[in-house]
């Protein structure tokens, strides 16, 4: 897997693009705008997995496979039972990028909806795992 290393006090970078993402979500949210929603709630969950990893390990996910991101996650020293299930929220996540950005299926509201609860929940989690 390849990863980059980063200071681990620019784990406050990664938070900050975290926000702007879910931001940016919100605004699509209400113009109706499903897929560009989805898409930024995704990047926010992906944003507060490389503010963990950083902040954790001095390092984020630089591949071109966002779910290899898993196996860094699984390397933090965080409760197993609770990071299993933010994963598997994680990877969902994952998989409605995948479908929103290269299948011909368009988003709907719920979808976006839903897409918006996960990757606040997400990242909701990772800043108790930051202390924050």
Same mark, same amino acid.
């Given at each position: 897997?390849?990863?980059?290393?980063?200071?681990?006090?620019?784990?406050?970078?990664?938070?900050?693009? @975290?926000? !702007?993402?879910? +931001?940016?979500?919100?605004?699509?949210?209400?113009?109706?705008?499903?897929?560009?929603?989805? =898409? /930024?709630?995704?990047?926010?969950?992906?944003?507060?997995?490389?503010?963990?990893?950083?902040?954790?390990?001095?390092?984020?996910? @630089?591949? !071109?496979?966002? +779910?290899?991101?898993?196996?860094?996650?699984?390397?933090?020293?965080?409760?197993?039972?609770? =990071? /299993?299930?933010?994963?598997?929220?994680?990877?969902?996540?994952?998989?409605?990028?995948?479908?929103?950005?290269?299948?011909?299926?368009?988003?709907?509201?719920?979808?976006?909806?839903?897409?918006?609860?996960?990757?606040?929940?997400?990242?909701?989690?990772?800043?108790?795992?930051?202390?924050?």
């Amino acid at each position: 897997m390849k990863t980059r290393n980063v200071s681990k006090e620019l784990y406050i970078n990664y938070l900050k693009k @975290a926000t !702007e993402f879910y +931001e940016a979500a919100k605004n699509e949210f209400e113009k109706r705008s499903w897929n560009s929603c989805v =898409l /930024n709630a995704i990047h926010r969950a992906i944003s507060a997995t490389d503010a963990l990893t950083v902040a954790f390990k001095g390092i984020r996910h @630089a591949g !071109e496979r966002h +779910e290899d991101v898993v196996k860094l996650l699984q390397e933090l020293d965080i409760d197993q039972r609770i =990071l /299993n299930d933010k994963t598997r929220q994680l990877l969902a996540l994952l998989d409605v990028k995948n479908t929103t950005e290269y299948e011909e299926k368009l988003t709907t509201e719920n979808g976006a909806s839903v897409a918006l609860k996960n990757a606040e929940r997400f990242y909701g989690w990772a800043k108790e795992q930051l202390n924050m």
